[in-house]
């Protein structure tokens, strides 16, 4: 039986609310979450490690868990390729670049609005958009910055140092999303499941697929 499940996406694409689709069934713990208007915001088992800036030396930094008789549901910025040096033998579901013009303007689109344009409930979860966004240490001045009304888009423009204006935010965006071409294009394999962005929309045939690969294997 696998330990854990690992969804692998590109930031903004979706990944943590499939992650919390995929966690409901009989077989995962399912994650706790927050809804911040359109975007899901989970807590998972390694405390959303895999949602933070790259980190070379990640396998030493990483916090040690315990397996439980569920699976445990793992959203991750991470890709397979670099997860499997660790966990060479648990379930991986990608969420693939977009692959049609509709479906990148789309994916914009969404990032856009579901997470630059949204806001966090509560300080904690503003710190840890920062975190997971930057390994910039966080001074007093810019916590007292955060504690304010602002928006996902307003915290990257204070990460980049830039006055707080929505110009300053789109230019950042736009630099963001150039960073982010082709670093999810996985082919389906034994461990790995694949879908798109565009196939997001319905995913009952992905979490059947999924809760089939669970089926067949005991812990």
Not at 64 to 90: C, I
Not at 174 to 180: D, E, G, Q, V, Y
């Amino acid at each position: 039986m696998y330990n854990f499940i690992f969804v692998c996406y590109n930031h903004g694409a979706g990944g943590e609310n499939l992650a919390l689709q995929i966690s409901k069934s009989k077989y995962c713990n399912t994650l706790a979450y927050d809804k911040m208007g359109y975007r899901t915001w989970t807590y998972d088992i390694f405390d959303k490690f895999f949602l933070k800036p790259f980190d070379k030396n990640w396998q030493n930094k990483l916090k040690q868990v315990a397996p439980t008789t569920l699976v445990d549901v793992v959203p991750s910025h991470y890709s397979p390729a670099e997860l499997k040096k660790k966990f060479p033998n648990e379930l991986y579901v990608v969420i693939n670049y977009p692959t049609t013009s509709k479906g990148l303007v789309e994916y914009r689109q969404a990032v856009y609005q579901k997470v630059w344009l949204s806001k966090h409930n509560t300080l904690q979860q503003k710190v840890g958009y920062w975190k997971n966004n930057t390994n910039k240490a966080l001074t007093r001045d810019n916590v007292k910055k955060l504690s304010k009304n602002i928006t996902n888009g307003d915290i990257e423009c204070i990460i980049a140092d830039m006055p707080i204006n929505k110009k300053n935010a789109k230019l950042l965006f736009k630099t963001k999303m150039l960073k982010m071409k082709d670093k999810f294009n996985f082919k389906q394999k034994q461990n790995i499941i694949v879908t798109t962005y565009e196939k997001l929309s319905n995913i009952n045939s992905l979490l059947k697929l999924v809760n089939s690969r669970l089926t067949t294997l005991e812990k």
